[in-house]
C-alpha cells in the first residue's frame, strides 16, 4: 500500500536543488508525509521504506542506519 501512495502521478517527486537552501530534516519528511496520508502509523511506514530503500538518505548519527517500525 505504501508503495501505491509514492507512486500516484499528482505528487511532486523532487524539486530542484537550486531552490533549497538546505537539506530537509528527518522531521520535515515525516511532517510531509502524515500530510499526504493523514494517518501517521501509515506516515511512519512510509518512511521507514523510504529510508530502508534507500530512497532517502539520512545524514549524521543515523547514516547508514535501517528503521523499523513497531
Not at 29 to 48: M, S
Request: hydrophobic share 35%; net charge positive; no cysteine.
Amino acid at each position: 500500500m505504501a508503495r501505491a501512495l509514492l507512486n500516484t502521478p499528482h505528487m511532486k517527486r523532487n524539486e530542484p536543488k537550486a531552490t533549497r537552501k538546505s537539506p530537509p530534516t528527518l522531521a520535515e519528511l515525516i511532517n510531509t508525509v502524515n500530510e499526504l496520508t493523514h494517518d501517521e502509523q501509515l506516515g511512519a511506514y512510509i518512511v521507514a521504506d523510504l529510508i530502508n530503500s534507500r530512497k532517502v538518505r539520512l545524514e549524521g548519527e543515523f547514516r547508514g542506519q535501517r528503521v523499523v517500525v513497531s
